[in-house]
């Protein structure tokens, strides 16, 4: 089965500072890979995704990039402020017709001080 | 309407007990899942339903019985369960064909005394 390899588990930054979070994922049929942010005691919620067929994509502070040869893809942050701080995840996942089961790497919690 | 709720939101069992976890959604998705989620880990995926049908079970213990009685409606029903099954339990939903986000709910905190 697919497994997800997150990297680095803890990450701290200054205000305004950029933040890489990457991935590698072991199956090559995988073509969907979000990535969820989850504050403390909250809901994990989507922050950007991207299809295989894509090899970046970019939303305001957030990009994600995708090397499928490779099979790793990443996570950009800029500008960094401290309501950034939070876990974020990694995931992998096959699309299909039963449904867009999500394996997900470990998690890295990022610290944003001002 | 893009929320999902559950209910509990916390719930303390003991192992001889039976007690039923409940999910709702009004989005319109075809796709409901359950996420096991321990404390500073990631969700592990249970199960999936696709169109009310189960399609994905993760080698999930017998002890854990999941059920879609509509397109709005996740429950899982738990039963002997062992402390180590002691977690968040989160649903989620999304669409089948896309747009492929899962929306997840606030989670039922389980405590198996």
């Known amino acids: 089965g697919e497994n997800v390899e997150q990297h680095p588990s803890t990450l701290s930054v200054q205000e305004g500072d950029s933040a890489v979070i990457k991935c590698t994922y072991s199956?090559?049929?995988?073509?969907?890979f979000p990535w969820y942010k989850q504050e403390l005691g909250k809901r994990p919620q989507l922050i950007i995704d991207?299809?295989?067929?894509?090899g970046e994509k970019k939303d305001q502070r957030i990009a994600v990039t995708l090397n499928k040869t490779a099979k790793h893809f990443s996570l950009h942050i800029t500008e960094t402020q401290p309501e950034d701080s939070a876990v974020y995840f990694c995931?992998?996942?096959?699309?299909?017709?039963?449904?867009?089961?999500?394996?997900f790497g470990k998690g890295t919690t990022l610290s944003v001080s001002s | 309407d893009t929320e999902v709720t559950q209910t509990p939101k916390h719930l303390v069992m003991g192992m001889t007990n039976k007690k039923s976890l409940k999910c709702e959604q009004h989005?319109?998705?075809?796709?409901m899942y359950w996420y096991k989620q321990k404390a500073k880990k990631p969700p592990e995926l249970m199960f999936v339903?696709?169109?009310?049908?189960?399609?994905i079970n993760e080698s999930v213990p017998s002890r854990f019985s999941p059920e879609c009685p509509n397109s709005s409606l996740l429950n899982l029903h738990l039963h002997a369960l062992q402390p180590e099954d002691s977690a968040l339990y989160l649903c989620?939903?999304?669409?089948?064909?896309?747009?492929?986000?899962?929306?997840f709910g606030p989670g039922t905190r389980l405590t198996v005394t």
């Open positions: 995931a992998a996942s096959i699309l299909g017709q039963a449904g867009t089961a999500l394996i």
């Open positions: 991207i299809r295989s067929n894509v």
């Open positions: 339903y696709s169109y009310e049908k189960l399609s």
């Open positions: 989620a939903s999304s669409q089948v064909r896309g747009p492929y986000e899962q929306y």
């Open positions: 199956d090559s049929a995988s073509n969907y």
């Open positions: 989005m319109g998705h075809r796709a």
